[in-house]
């Protein structure tokens, strides 16, 4: 017991010794205005260097996030058939099936699939 708490105390002092020792070591001593500022042939730039972020963009990307994930469960399921008994397994990948096609119409009938408007 005294050795599983010791060895946790000292995995403990050294990751706080690097964390401690990262920190000081990444500070920037001089902060520099010209470094910090986007370059512009020397010039102070007119307006504001970042573009607008497209929300729609950000909700096809989650969309396809949640969907790639669900594909990378589908997959397995394919290579258990063998191995489990094939009425669960059937009532299984339906219900897994209708939970994905609800949300698919639900996302096509909340407009999140319309790209152009």
């Not at 599983?4 to 001089?30: E, N």
Request: charged share 10%; with cysteine.
């Amino acid at each position: 017991m005294y050795l599983i708490l010791s060895i946790s105390i000292m995995i403990m002092i050294i990751s706080m010794i690097v964390m401690l020792l990262a920190s000081f070591l990444s500070k920037k001593t001089i902060i520099d205005r010209e470094k910090s500022s986007p370059f512009e042939c020397g010039f102070d730039p007119k307006s504001s260097s970042r573009l607008p972020f497209s929300l729609r963009f950000f909700l096809i990307t989650i969309i396809f996030l949640i969907f790639d994930v669900e594909i990378a469960l589908i997959l397995p399921m394919i290579l258990i058939i063998n191995y489990s008994n094939l009425m669960i397994w059937t009532i299984n990948s339906i219900i897994f099936m209708i939970i994905l096609l609800i949300g698919l119409y639900h996302e096509w009938n909340q407009g999140m699939l319309n790209w152009s408007t």
